[in-house]
């Protein structure tokens, strides 16, 4: 302990900074914990209700949060918000929306508002690839949805939040993009064109609504959600040979990015392009 102590007689005597590493180590852990935590504030998660958007949400209820949980299945992100409930003590909400409808997202964040006054924490998760046969098969219809819920939808939102956040508080915006951004491969283009601009999107609202509100993006690899369970196992088995951590991901793994960027902890950071991604060529 650094400071002076009175011991009588208008005397004091000036102790020395402490050099016990258990109690600088309290210390640091104490700071770290606070740099982390959440409590007071209110994240909205698109696609909530499963796959990487359910453990973020659950993540960032863990760390003190409230959330609402956003996806077209309003009775699961309802059911899922009761369970957060449950578990954390946080208060949750689950709304239906789809994320690709540009006049469904205000009356979403008005909801927001009317429910909790505010948005702290944006985490534009709701994404969708759908399968074709040859990119020459690849209809309008398919490429449009492609872009309406992978970058029209998560533009609206981070327009809407963003600015109400600024003109409040502040808050942080996290994208969640994909490696296909940067290694298109021929099944997954249109996909991968929309997260590229999700990418440009990120660094873009950084610098329109800094300094009050930071947007950064996680770039996230294969990850085993529900949409694992019709992967060809050998076939994947073989790819993921070619990762550094030789395997796919699991949901949890991506939490401790997406609390990263949504606490103080990364209160410097924005306009950046996090790899969460297992190591992916």
Same mark, same amino acid.
């Given at each position: 302990?650094?400071?002076?102590?009175?011991?009588?007689?208008?005397?004091?005597?000036?102790?020395?900074?402490?050099?016990?590493?258990?109690?600088?180590?309290?210390?640091?852990?104490?700071?770290?914990?606070?740099?982390?935590?959440?409590?007071?504030?209110?994240?909205?998660?698109?696609? $909530?209700?499963?796959?990487?958007?359910?453990?973020?949400?659950?993540?960032?209820?863990?760390?003190?949060?409230?959330?609402?949980?956003?996806?077209?299945?309003?009775?699961?992100?309802?059911?899922?918000?009761?369970?957060?409930?449950?578990?954390? $003590?946080?208060?949750?909400? $689950?709304?239906?929306?789809?994320?690709?409808?540009?006049?469904?997202?205000?009356?979403?964040?008005?909801?927001?508002?009317?429910?909790?006054?505010?948005?702290?924490?944006?985490?534009?998760?709701?994404?969708?690839?759908?399968?074709?046969?040859?990119?020459?098969?690849?209809?309008?219809?398919?490429?449009?949805?492609?872009?309406?819920?992978?970058?029209?939808?998560?533009?609206?939102?981070?327009?809407?939040?963003?600015?109400?956040?600024?003109?409040?508080?502040?808050?942080?915006?996290?994208?969640?993009?994909?490696?296909?951004?940067?290694?298109?491969?021929?099944?997954?283009?249109?996909?991968?064109?929309?997260?590229?601009?999700?990418?440009?999107?990120?660094?873009?609202?950084?610098?329109?609504?800094?300094?009050?509100?930071?947007?950064?993006?996680?770039?996230?690899?294969?990850?085993?959600?529900?949409?694992?369970?019709?992967?060809?196992?050998?076939?994947?088995?073989?790819?993921?040979?070619?990762?550094?951590?030789?395997?796919?991901?699991?949901?949890?793994?991506?939490?401790?990015?997406?609390?990263?960027?949504?606490?103080?902890?990364?209160?410097?950071?924005?306009?950046?392009?996090?790899?969460?991604?297992?190591?992916?060529?």
């Amino acid at each position: 302990m650094d400071g002076a102590v009175d011991v009588g007689a208008g005397s004091t005597v000036h102790t020395a900074p402490s050099n016990d590493p258990l109690e600088q180590g309290e210390t640091v852990q104490t700071d770290i914990a606070k740099n982390f935590d959440l409590t007071g504030r209110v994240a909205l998660v698109t696609g $909530g209700s499963r796959g990487l958007g359910r453990a973020m949400a659950l993540g960032l209820a863990r760390a003190g949060a409230d959330v609402i949980i956003a996806s077209r299945n309003a009775e699961a992100c309802e059911e899922f918000a009761r369970e957060i409930e449950a578990e954390t $003590g946080r208060r949750a909400v $689950g709304l239906g929306v789809h994320v690709g409808r540009w006049d469904d997202l205000e009356p979403l964040v008005d909801a927001c508002y009317e429910r909790f006054g505010k948005v702290d924490i944006l985490v534009n998760n709701a994404g969708m690839s759908p399968l074709y046969d040859s990119v020459d098969t690849v209809s309008e219809q398919l490429f449009d949805k492609v872009f309406d819920v992978n970058l029209k939808g998560p533009f609206r939102l981070a327009a809407l939040l963003g600015t109400r956040m600024a003109e409040g508080d502040g808050g942080s915006i996290i994208n969640i993009s994909s490696a296909a951004a940067v290694h298109p491969k021929p099944h997954v283009l249109p996909y991968a064109a929309a997260k590229a601009g999700l990418n440009a999107l990120t660094i873009g609202l950084a610098h329109t609504f800094g300094p009050s509100v930071r947007c950064n993006a996680i770039m996230a690899g294969t990850f085993r959600t529900d949409v694992s369970k019709s992967w060809d196992e050998e076939a994947f088995g073989r790819r993921a040979e070619t990762f550094a951590l030789r395997r796919g991901g699991e949901p949890e793994e991506i939490v401790g990015t997406a609390l990263y960027l949504a606490s103080d902890a990364s209160s410097y950071t924005t306009g950046a392009i996090i790899s969460v991604d297992g190591g992916q060529p």
